[in-house]
């Protein structure tokens, strides 16, 4: 699948150290707090991607548009062109799903509800990371979070059993996210995402303007995907508006395959 590259220069912010919290549920409770001052906003950037394709090495570059709703809907299309949605990536409350066009990206469509997934859909780049980047993490049927300190970060430590499952780390001075670290079935990092801050949409909060994935596919070559939005703005969305962005495409005509992930399985349609 398409993975988000670092052919940009890479930032270098410097961090404080501040106080941190003393419980994970303090510390989820000062997230919840810090993402619910996001609201609804729609943006513009472009997206990095340097990923393997038939044993080749290729990277692309194109524009993005994106939209999201607090704290569940989200939908971006990556465009190249003549083509507008290239790349659809979406979601709402309950269901998530992710399409490529181009057939040198394969042609498919990728879709599955929620409610039939594990901790974190299998996605590398998925609306289920990317959630979670804005800070709605999913902890549902895991053992409680632990909280340690590291430098500047409180960190989240997520276990399922004895496995490691994914590492939050969270920047004390303004207890927004900048990192979480996610774990395969062997406790090893699977995949990477990082979070930086440099232009407040309002006066209220900050959003992300630059989301970084890198991973690692099955013959450990790494593949990454970057969004950087040069443009955020806050929007509102009607009825009609919200059928047409965060609602999964009906007309799937095209595609080359079709599958529906079921709890990490792709089911062929």
């Given at each position: 699948?398409?993975?988000?590259?670092?052919c940009?220069?890479?930032?270098?912010?410097?961090f404080?150290i501040?106080?941190?919290?003393?419980?994970?549920?303090q510390s989820?409770?000062?997230?919840?707090?810090?993402?619910?001052?996001?609201k609804?906003?729609?943006?513009?950037?472009?997206?990095?991607?340097?990923?393997?394709?038939n044993?080749k090495n290729r990277?692309?570059?194109?524009?993005l548009?994106?939209w999201f709703?607090p704290p569940s809907?989200i939908?971006?299309?990556?465009e190249?062109?003549?083509n507008?949605?290239?790349?659809?990536?979406g979601c709402?409350?309950?269901e998530?799903?992710i399409a490529l066009?181009?057939?040198?990206f394969?042609?498919?469509?990728?879709?599955?509800l929620w409610?039939?997934?594990?901790?974190?859909d299998?996605?590398?780049i998925?609306p289920g990371?990317l959630?979670e980047a804005?800070?709605?993490?999913?902890?549902?049927?895991?053992?409680?979070?632990?909280?340690?300190?590291?430098?500047?970060?409180?960190?989240l430590v997520?276990?399922e059993?004895?496995?490691?499952?994914?590492?939050?780390?969270?920047y004390?001075?303004?207890?927004r996210?900048?990192?979480i670290?996610?774990?395969d079935?062997?406790?090893?990092?699977?995949?990477?995402?990082?979070l930086?801050?440099?232009?407040p949409?309002?006066?209220e909060f900050l959003?992300?303007?630059?989301?970084?994935?890198?991973?690692?596919?099955?013959?450990?070559?790494?593949?990454?995907?970057?969004?950087?939005f040069?443009?955020?703005?806050a929007?509102s969305f009607t009825?009609?508006?919200r059928k047409?962005f965060?609602?999964r495409?009906?007309d799937?005509?095209?595609?080359?395959n079709?599958?529906?992930?079921v709890?990490?399985?792709?089911?062929?349609?």
């Amino acid at each position: 699948m398409l993975i988000v590259s670092s052919c940009a220069p890479q930032r270098a912010e410097k961090f404080n150290i501040c106080p941190g919290k003393e419980t994970a549920e303090q510390s989820l409770a000062a997230l919840k707090s810090s993402s619910d001052q996001i609201k609804s906003l729609k943006a513009t950037g472009r997206c990095f991607a340097k990923f393997i394709d038939n044993e080749k090495n290729r990277k692309e570059n194109f524009p993005l548009k994106f939209w999201f709703e607090p704290p569940s809907a989200i939908r971006l299309h990556g465009e190249i062109p003549f083509n507008p949605r290239a790349l659809d990536i979406g979601c709402n409350k309950n269901e998530f799903w992710i399409a490529l066009k181009p057939k040198e990206f394969g042609s498919s469509f990728v879709w599955g509800l929620w409610s039939e997934q594990g901790a974190l859909d299998d996605m590398t780049i998925g609306p289920g990371s990317l959630l979670e980047a804005f800070g709605n993490l999913r902890t549902d049927d895991l053992q409680p979070l632990s909280l340690v300190r590291e430098g500047p970060f409180d960190v989240l430590v997520q276990r399922e059993g004895e496995r490691l499952v994914k590492k939050v780390y969270i920047y004390n001075c303004d207890y927004r996210i900048r990192r979480i670290e996610y774990f395969d079935e062997n406790s090893r990092i699977a995949f990477v995402v990082k979070l930086s801050y440099s232009t407040p949409v309002s006066k209220e909060f900050l959003f992300p303007d630059r989301v970084e994935i890198t991973g690692v596919d099955d013959d450990n070559k790494e593949q990454s995907f970057r969004l950087d939005f040069d443009s955020i703005k806050a929007a509102s969305f009607t009825d009609e508006s919200r059928k047409v962005f965060f609602n999964r495409p009906q007309d799937i005509k095209g595609y080359e395959n079709i599958y529906r992930l079921v709890n990490g399985e792709a089911v062929e349609q």
